[in-house]
């Protein structure tokens, strides 16, 4: 239990105009911290951008939409499975070369 408890930290993030405290293993802080201010810029550049012209709650769903757009577009980017299918087919091919 000493150890699992050496493993996390319990941390406060400024997200936006809120403070969210969490409990986080050690080594992903880093990770939390930086998402955080990812929200936290996206926020102030709609909150600008709109500044008095929606409520906070539409420019929270805008920079979440922009924040997921750009996470889907860099999944789409790393998707490694038409290279698993060309392997499966060299392989497949290997294996009866060989055969």
Do not use: C, W
Request: glycine share 2%; charged share 30%.
């Amino acid at each position: 239990m000493a150890e699992e408890k050496n493993k996390t930290l319990r941390i406060t993030l400024h997200v936006y105009d809120n403070e969210i405290p969490l409990t986080v293993l050690r080594e992903d802080e880093a990770l939390y911290r930086e998402a955080a201010k990812v929200i936290t810029d996206t926020m102030n550049v709609y909150a600008e951008k709109y500044r008095g012209q929606i409520g906070r709650e539409r420019l929270l769903y805008m920079a979440l939409i922009n924040i997921a757009f750009q996470y889907a577009r860099e999944a789409r980017r790393n998707d490694t499975e038409p290279f698993h299918e060309i392997l499966r087919k060299l392989t497949s091919e290997v294996e009866a070369a060989l055969a």
